[in-house]
Nanobody, 117 residues
């Protein structure tokens, strides 16, 4: 499984971006996908996750501003980011978790989001 994230860029505060994460390879057993971010000098943190059954979880900082969605036909997960703030500036990483007889975690390369004030 390979994850390819795209859609990052430079945007002014209050603007919007949509990140995409395309998954190549078998989706068998992939029951959770999500977005994480890592700001300069900080640890990587959860942004949002979506389970195969549709259950969604957001970190409090992005609730009401970000929306995670999943297109199973395209094997793609999206993160719509609205009302962006300078503190949203980070490298955003796509994540997938496969649970079969063992648990495996996959990471994409990340895409940089820069929000100017």
């Amino acid at each position: 499984v390979q994850l390819q994230a795209s859609g990052g860029g430079l945007v002014q505060a209050g603007g919007s971006l949509r990140l995409s994460c395309a998954v190549s390879g078998s989706m068998f057993g992939i029951n959770e996908m999500g977005w994480y971010r890592q700001a300069p000098g900080k640890q990587r943190e959860l942004v949002a996750t979506i389970l195969s059954g549709g259950r969604i979880n957001y970190t409090d900082d992005v609730k009401g501003r970000f929306t995670i969605s999943r297109d199973n036909a395209k094997n793609t997960v999206y993160l719509q980011m609205n009302s962006l703030k300078p503190e949203d500036t980070a490298v955003y990483y796509c994540n997938a978790i496969r649970v079969t007889s063992v648990r495996r975690e996959y990471w994409g390369r990340g895409t940089l989001v820069t929000v100017s004030s």
